[in-house]
């Protein structure tokens, strides 16, 4: 199954919002062929495995991280092309958390092929965390990204925060921003940067959306160039958890896997407060305001543990981005 | 040269007060000894290569970072063991900035030996960088350390600091400690924290200054288990360059090199406001505060260049250590 797995992590960021996936089959305790889904659109792990071997063959296992779907989308079902003169065993890695497409193993079970599994479930998991917190949990997936000062300011008193970071780190916000299918900012964002929130040219570009207090004007600015999605926050609903939970609520109808939030200040906060998010990328850039707008507003004490976990440091010149998982 | 560098740097941080000497003798092209000074007091880097050499050669250049000295120390002067009859050439990497050990370049011409350089002399300069700063601005060499949350707190509101950082990140501070020769922090940190200030067993302790803005009875506290120094501030003395030329020059006068100023907010921001440092270390737990003591009491701007350069990150499981150069 670890080898499914590096097979899996091939498709790299391309199988986007499809999940990624590596096939194995085995005959014999020997390794006959590989295959993995390439990009959104293209022929599952399953059959681009199946299709290098043999048909005369009898009695293989077939190894897959994912359990093989069972509807019709871009491909035909895995289970079609699943053949029990062939395959006398699927081992599965974990089972699919979309309902569309789950049920593979059952109809496996119904052609006379012995399933098991899953096993190594949680590396096999964690190789598509975005597209199992989509399924399971019924809401996006979400990165909270902010650049601080040293000091931990967002922007100078007055809303200046052109530029925190160098474009080497700006540069690497166009990407993760690519790969993500929306973003969400508040309209005090907008007021003050008037941002375009697009990426820039490094891919696709992310679906915006704008967390807006009170109906002010904003249609001057650039994004909405880009045909924006307003989400109002209830008058009187000044509940972080309640407005985080309705936007992502409203996000998944819409089928965004993944959403980056990208502040302010009050909107980054909404969601730490909520304490619903799956991941931070926090950059710092070497400088000092002293006085400024501050990232985080709500109240913590030390002993407050976060369950935050650093997963990845990248240093952009002088600048650094901490990625943290939330546990 | 640059093997002469390699050589010096194997005295690592032992040599200290002493700055770090590599040296290198070469014969008709070819390298016939190495040495490098191994700690303070050891012999110094040209003894260890010459004795290594047959006395019946001649002819011979000698290759050492730093201008060979002309005192009676720990040991005899480098030149007078720089025999004509063996040695037609001595190349330095940088000339000594120590008046009392200054001198050697001469000497050595008035025995009759050529000398060239100073070659590579920025890198035989940043292989002692303390020792140089020393030397040459007639002041230590300032390291400022803060342990930050990530919205940029030294402590709550209340004070209450312990802990921010974690026990793996804490250690790590105890080694910077053993390598600095005087630790500097403001009364508030006394009151609040009442920290030992020591290496914890890891090495030397250096030794404690308290920078007092008024004669508060803090005598009960820990640090005067280790007869540390006073200096108050003048009553009327506000002006952060003062108040910081002052401490410099007088611990210049009490010879120590390397001064580590941890705090807290008040007595780091007159360093950073007076502009005077070498290195800024800051330390990042994953915790946040919302409200909390700010490290930074001063008023700049985004545009305002601090001319730091990030030279070294490390991780100490979710904790993240940046190391910045001043320019």
Known sequence: ???????????????????????????????????????????????????????????????????????YGKTNPCTEIINPKIFSKVVIGSRDPNKDAAGGMEKLLQKGISVEGPICENECRKINKRFFTYYEKKRPYVILKIALTLDGFIAEKNGTSKWITNAKSRKSVHTLRANCDAILVGNRTIEYDNPSLTSHGVGKDPKIILFSQNNIDTKTKKVYEHNPIVLNKGENNLDPKKNV???????????????????????????????????????????????????????????????????????????????????
């Not at 992502?248 to 990208?262: D, G």
């Not at 980054?268 to 950059?283: M, Q, R, T």
């Open 245 to 327: 939970d309705e936007i992502l609520k409203h996000l998944y109808s819409k089928s965004i896997q993944t959403l980056l939030v990208e502040g302010g200040g009050i909107t980054i906060s909404h969601f730490l407060k909520a304490d619903c998010f799956d991941e931070l990328h926090v950059y710092y850039a070497p400088k000092l305001l002293g006085k400024g707008l501050s990232f985080f507003h709500g109240k913590n004490s030390l002993e407050q543990n976060m369950g935050l976990t650093l997963k990845k440091v990248e240093k952009f010149d002088n600048d650094i981005k901490l990625t943290y998982y939330k546990k």
């Open 1 to 71: 199954m670890r080898l499914a797995i590096k097979e899996a992590l091939k498709g790299k960021a391309n199988t986007y919002p499809n999940p990624r996936v590596g096939a194995i089959v085995v005959m014999d305790g020997e390794i006959i062929s590989t295959g993995y889904h390439k990009r959104y659109g293209a022929p599952h792990a399953e059959l681009m495995a199946i299709k290098k071997i043999n048909n005369d063959i009898s009695g293989a296992t077939l190894f897959v991280t994912l359990e093989p779907c069972l509807h």
